[in-house]
């Protein structure tokens, strides 16, 4: 409902107790069906364009909104529905919105068999991710696991995935001063590459069999890092100097016909830049976090 | 609703101008007309999972990757279809932005344009032009090797000069972001941009560019001189890198 001012009341002319009551009247009757004090009382009649903004909900009111619907671990500041992974720095755990959702070891690994016991003179690293020898078959050898799973999608939604993080990759024994890569060989230092994959869960469909489909890049978001920079600090000649950089990568997928479920991977793998061949490197993700907004 | 200050008093006797008393009422209908606050809007009154806002609002989002025509229009790969380059190469040019992405979205009222961008790319050496800075540079670079030792590459380094690449983000012209003094060192690297943008009516470009150059030292204590990079530019590939577009009116 909009409150009119009566058209009458201009200089010249009679106003009348109907003009007033008019205004009065439909004042009043705001007080009795549209002040959003209820549920559902908010719709498009009390809320236009440049009704609401940022002077009259702040932030907290926003997210206390969110945090109060219970177990979706979501948040909705009226844009989109947001998921957060994170954020997380290699000394302390990861922080959740709800605890009820699943949470994965800090970048708990899909292949653990893959992976190798770690020497301990990297004890400082909380969370390295040994990486293990290159294969044709399987390139994306460090396949973490859904950093966010589940996460409830409706037709025509409109997900963006922003995902933040920072890593290093440097030789296994950096710091004991064995089986480091001589500079002097043409294979390159350590080159590391990301991407964002993802995957939906089907119900219901005449022509797709029902469950999680198989994961798929996010088009666009593939990313490599390496350097050509050597260094001699170690005894015994040149050595590759290890790789240590920022990452964001943003992905988006629509949201089709009977898709009901959305997951999202980060993936990465490590290669000395002129040769696929990793030669005892440790690819350590730290400092990540990934949002997923869903736009209705 | 509290307590709202109304602009004009009147009092008995008094000859009231209709103009006081449609100010007075202004007050209460703009009030109520839209300017919620947490007085009319209580603490946890939003309660449906989203709340669809109708009169114009909208809240749209275009993707598109980097080389690959879609209903956007990459002039700087060429033409569309089998013509169109797998490659972007800066191989040669000169030291100014040149488009490596660009799409142009037309929106009915004034709104605000979000815009993420992210690709890879790789420099490559031109071995001629990188023999003419440095003997063996061109050898060593192709092996994916620069070394910062001892060798006779380091003790002329300062001659070498640095090249580097800088992005930028435009929305409609204006700079909404920039990723400057991308180094060669870093033969593969990626760039990550983010940038927005309130706009008019009408229709918007947005455009990622890209300078590639070569600062050369001109002495202790003066400033590096700029000079086109010939012995290493960059390439950006097709597929390898996205732009996405939000478009919101709230």
Redesign the interface.
């Known amino acids: 409902m909009i409150i009119s001012i009566p058209e009458t009341i201009k200089e010249g002319q009679e106003i009348t107790a109907d003009d007033l009551n008019q205004f009065a009247t439909e004042v009043n009757n705001i007080s009795d069906s549209s002040i959003p004090t209820g549920t559902n009382r908010l719709n498009g009649e009390n809320i236009r364009n440049e009704g609401i903004d940022r002077r009259n909900i702040t932030r907290h009111e926003v997210q206390r909104v969110g945090l109060e619907k219970g177990s979706t671990g979501a948040f909705n500041n009226g844009d989109g529905i947001h998921y957060r992974f994170g954020p997380h720095d290699d000394r302390s755990p990861p922080v959740w919105y709800k605890s009820e959702w699943k949470l994965p070891s800090p970048l708990h690994l899909q292949h653990p068999e893959n992976f190798t016991t770690l020497p301990h003179n990297l004890r400082k690293d909380l969370y390295p991710l040994r990486v293990p020898g290159y294969t044709n078959s399987n390139w994306f050898i460090v396949n973490l696991q859904p950093m966010l799973e589940d996460i409830p999608v409706e037709k025509g939604d409109k997900v963006l995935v922003t995902c933040s993080f920072a890593f290093s990759v440097f030789p296994l024994d950096t710091y004991s001063n064995n089986l480091v890569n001589s500079a002097t060989d043409p294979y390159g230092g350590y080159e590391t590459r990301f991407r964002l994959r993802s995957r939906v869960k089907i119900s219901g469909s005449p022509f797709a069999s029902s469950g999680w489909t198989t994961a798929e890049t996010m088009p666009g978001t593939f990313r490599m890092f390496n350097t050509v920079a050597s260094s001699n600090v170690m005894s015994g000649g040149y050595r590759w100097v290890g790789t240590q950089n920022t990452c964001t990568i943003v992905g988006y997928q629509e949201i089709e016909r009977y898709q009901e479920y959305f997951e999202v991977y980060l993936q990465s793998y490590c290669i000395r830049s002129n040769r696929y061949d990793p030669k005892d490197a440790v690819l350590r993700i730290k400092a990540y976090n990934i949002f997923v907004k869903i736009i209705k | 609703m509290g307590f709202r200050f109304i602009k004009h008093t009147f009092e008995d006797g008094q000859v009231i101008?209709?103009?006081k008393?449609?100010e007075n009422?202004?007050i209460?209908?703009h009030e109520?007309?839209?300017?919620?606050?947490?007085e009319?809007?209580?603490?946890?009154?939003?309660?449906?999972?989203?709340?669809?806002?109708?009169?114009?609002?909208f809240?749209e989002?275009y993707?598109q990757?980097?080389g690959l025509k879609g209903d956007d229009v990459t002039t700087a790969w060429g033409p569309s279809g089998s013509g169109a380059a797998t490659k972007l190469s800066f191989k040669d040019f000169n030291v100014q932005y040149y488009t490596i992405c660009e799409r142009t979205v037309e929106v009915p009222v004034d709104s605000l344009i979000i815009v993420?961008f992210?690709?890879?790319y790789?420099w490559f050496a031109d071995p001629d032009a990188a023999e003419a800075v440095l003997a063996g540079l061109s050898t060593s670079?192709n092996?994916?090797?620069?070394?910062?030792?001892?060798s006779a590459l380091i003790t002329t380094y300062d001659n070498i000069g640095e090249f580097f690449v800088d992005f930028r983000l435009r929305i409609n012209g204006e700079v909404v972001c920039l990723a400057p003094q991308f180094s060669?060192?870093?033969?593969?690297?990626?760039v990550?941009m983010?940038g927005v943008l309130p706009v008019a009516a009408g229709k918007s470009e947005i455009l990622v560019e890209a300078k590639q150059y070569r600062l050369v030292s001109a002495g202790p204590g003066r400033k590096e001189i700029v000079k086109k990079s010939k012995a290493f530019y960059i390439t950006v590939s097709a597929?390898?890198?996205?732009?996405?577009t939000?478009i919101?009116?709230?």
């Open positions: 101008e209709a103009t008393v449609v009422m202004k209460f209908a109520i007309n839209g300017n919620l606050d947490r009319n809007l209580p603490l946890d009154a939003i309660t449906n999972a989203h709340t669809q806002c109708e009169d114009g609002c809240n989002v993707f990757r980097i993420h992210g690709c890879v790789e670079w092996n994916h090797a620069l070394d910062l030792g001892s060669f060192i870093r033969r593969r690297n990626s990550s983010n597929g390898w890198g996205n732009l996405i939000q919101k009116k709230r």
